[in-house]
């Protein structure tokens, strides 16, 4: 073979393997991203989780020991929503705390409330029917977490061992520990004792630090692991500056609870839910004037 054309063969070669080679690098992280949500366990469903702003109290709410730090005082100043949630997948139809009812929360914080929707209401704006809710997580047992037990006339109630054992909790209405009572009678209250899991890629998780037997809820969902810390995390700061409530089981316990939020959750606090934080509504993509999707932009 002549030698300029065994100089073009392999020219042609070499142009052939640098198209192999960039098309390679090009194509290896998408490949790389769509292995990498395979080996999710494909096996998991993936739940969709919304949160639902039910009231909301005047600023000045008490979520923090020290207004030393700039972002916290801000936060201070910032009114105080509250929440629940709603989680759909397959076979679930759950709710994160029960919610508030007018009487109580009117009743602990006269001033400053505003207007009040109830479950049953913000539910429907969702096109869900709250009478199909089939499990209520109590994360604790305040006022405005379990005014709206009668929201869910078919729903079966979960609360943490000791939390049940300590009732009354600090936070809580007599009468609606009455309806505890009453579920537990009717076959309606699950008890657990530390971590479990209630559905596949649910896990409900031991907390402590707000009342004795405070609980949070872990989701699998598309955009990765959601974590709920209801009454358990007020705001994001409290987690991110390490700087607890005063409302709760003292600084120490608190910030115990804290290290196990954050174990679940790793280091990205970008799919957490605190309890009681506007930001969750300025953070997530809105679905209604009050309901938020929790999920990634
Ligand atoms: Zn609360």
């Known amino acids: 073979m002549p030698r300029r054309k065994e100089g073009e063969i392999s020219l042609i070669k070499g142009i052939l393997w640098s198209v192999f080679l960039i098309t390679g690098w090009c194509l290896a992280p998408t490949l790389l991203s769509a292995q990498d949500k395979a080996n999710k366990d494909p096996k998991t469903p993936q739940y969709e989780v919304y949160v639902l702003l039910s009231a909301s109290w005047a600023a000045e ?52 409330s505003l207007d009040l929707i109830d479950q049953k209401t913000l539910l429907a704006s969702l096109g869900v029917v709250s009478a199909k809710i089939k499990t209520a997580v109590i994360d604790a047992t305040c006022f405005d977490h379990l005014g709206g037990i009668d929201a869910f006339p078919n729903a079966t109630f979960v609360i943490q061992k000791k939390e049940f054992d300590s009732l009354p909790s600090k936070y809580s209405n007599a009468e609606d520990i009455e309806k505890i009572m009453q579920l537990k009678k009717e076959g309606r209250l699950k008890i657990i004792e530390g ?28 955009d990765g692991l959601v974590v709920l810390g ?6 994001y700061e409290n987690l991110k500056y390490d700087i607890p409530s005063p409302l709760g089981l003292g600084k120490e316990a608190q910030k115990e609870s804290y290290k196990r939020i954050r174990k679940v959750l ?27 999707q929790i999920k990634l932009r």
């Open 61 to 112: 709410f008490p979520r923090f020991t020290s207004l030393d730090n700039d972002d916290i005082k801000e936060k201070f100043k910032e009114t105080t929503p509250v929440t629940f949630a709603y989680i759909k997948g397959p076979g679930v139809e759950m709710v994160f705390n029960a919610g508030p009812r007018k009487g109580t929360v009117f009743e602990v914080i006269p001033k400053g």
């Open 230 to 235: 209801g009454d358990g995390l007020f705001t």
């Open 266 to 292: 790793g280091e990205s606090d970008e799919l957490l839910v605190p309890g009681h934080d506007m930001e969750v509504f300025r953070r997530f993509p809105r679905i209604t004037e009050r309901v938020v």
């Open 195 to 222: 971590d479990q899991e209630l559905a596949p890629g649910i896990k409900a998780h031991f907390l402590g630090g707000h009342t004795q037997g405070t609980q949070f809820l872990s989701v699998q969902t598309d």
